[in-house]
């Protein structure tokens, strides 16, 4: 197969991010001509100058429509790219020079319909964007699930940087309306369609995630509370590992108290956990503020997930009402039909 790569980078007053990430793509030393679809989900803050001044650089294709979210945002610019294989990113993403190469690289010698491909931290990346990227991405936090060659379980790409071939795009119907979990969501009908997906770990990205800690809180809140909703709609893809970050949180309470009565172990269990947590993020990112961090991002993320999955799991299944009914936030109305 021939490739024609078309990049869909949906964006949402994030102008200041757009450049960097089409400054990047300015620099791919892949020597094929791409293209580039811009799709402005309902800004506020246009980005549309940025995209001209890099006119004369990069073969990009700039939209606006209302807002509607980032899933119907990447179908609607699927639908108007040229290319055969589209690669979705975020905005707050930067790609190293090589990432074309090492795609096609990859999938000339190994095709499939849809790949992922992991994040990264950048050297030049705050301390606090360094910790949660470890809290994201660590094989001892989430079981390597986002990229991780080692990961727990089967790799689920995510669109954060995620390829999919126009005939899978086709067949599939592109992304639902719920935000967030559209990623695992179409991976899914992916798979039940019969296409094969794959990571390619040299095609990397580096994630800025431009958050403070209450809004990745909210972040990995909204994780926790979609995944019973998607172990609901794909019963074959849920797992018990899911319920770690629960059962995680509900341990520790019974560890602490366990102290308070003079049995110690429990808690001395975690404190080798979170030893364990802070010597593997110093060795990967050399920097004790970094690893000491970390640990705070690690906590959070387990607290969020593991309260929202509960509180989900306990409403979907005891309520008798739709996702759609109970948790009327995490779903978009789709409105980007041409």
């Known amino acids: 197969m021939v490739l024609s790569f078309s990049f869909i980078i949906?964006?949402?007053?994030?102008?200041d991010?757009?450049?960097?990430l089409l400054e990047s793509l300015s620099k791919q030393s892949y020597q094929k001509n791409f293209e580039i679809v811009i799709v402005e989900d309902g800004s506020t803050q246009s980005s549309e100058p940025v995209v001209e001044a890099y006119s004369d650089k990069l073969t990009i294709s700039y939209f606006k429509k209302p807002n509607s979210g980032p899933g119907d945002s990447r179908n609607y610019g699927m639908r108007k790219a040229k290319g055969n294989y589209f690669i979705v990113l975020d905005s707050d993403c930067v790609l190293?020079?090589?990432y074309l190469v090492e795609a096609e690289k990859s999938l000339q010698e190994n095709f499939?319909?849809?790949?992922?491909g992991p994040d990264a931290a950048h050297d030049s990346f705050s301390t606090v964007q360094k910790a949660i990227n470890y809290a994201m991405t660590s094989l001892l936090t989430t079981g390597g699930i986002r990229g991780n060659k080692t990961a727990v379980g089967k790799?689920?790409?995510r669109s954060f940087n995620m390829g999919i071939s126009?005939?899978?795009?086709?067949?599939?119907?592109g992304y639902g309306n719920i935000h967030p979990g559209e990623d695992p969501d179409l991976t899914f009908r992916i798979w039940e369609k019969g296409y094969e997906t794959k990571l390619i770990s040299k095609a990397f990205v580096f994630h800025k995630r431009r958050i403070d800690w209450r809004k990745f809180y909210i972040q990995v809140n909204k994780f926790g509370m979609v995944r019973p909703i998607l172990n609901k709609w794909h019963p074959a893809t849920a797992k018990i590992t899911y319920w770690f970050p629960t059962f995680f949180c509900l341990?520790?309470?019974v560890a602490s108290l366990l102290f308070i009565v003079g049995i110690s172990l429990p808690l001395w269990l975690y404190a080798v956990y979170f030893v364990s947590l802070f010597v593997d993020s110093l060795i990967k990112n050399k920097n004790v503020s970094v690893a000491y961090l970390s640990l705070i991002a690690a906590m959070i993320q387990f607290v969020g997930y593991g309260y929202g999955f509960l509180k989900s799991t306990?409403?979907?299944n005891f309520t008798g009402k739709k996702p759609q009914e109970l948790f009327p936030k995490l779903f978009f109305e789709q409105k980007a039909t041409t």
């Open 10 to 15: 949906p964006v949402f007053n994030r102008p």
């Open 17 to 20: 991010e757009i450049n960097e």
């Open 96 to 98: 190293p020079p090589q």
């Open 112 to 116: 499939v319909h849809c790949y992922g």
């Open 155 to 157: 790799f689920q790409p």
């Open 166 to 173: 126009r005939e899978a795009f086709e067949n599939v119907g």
């Open 251 to 253: 341990g520790f309470l």
């Open 314 to 316: 306990v409403y979907i």
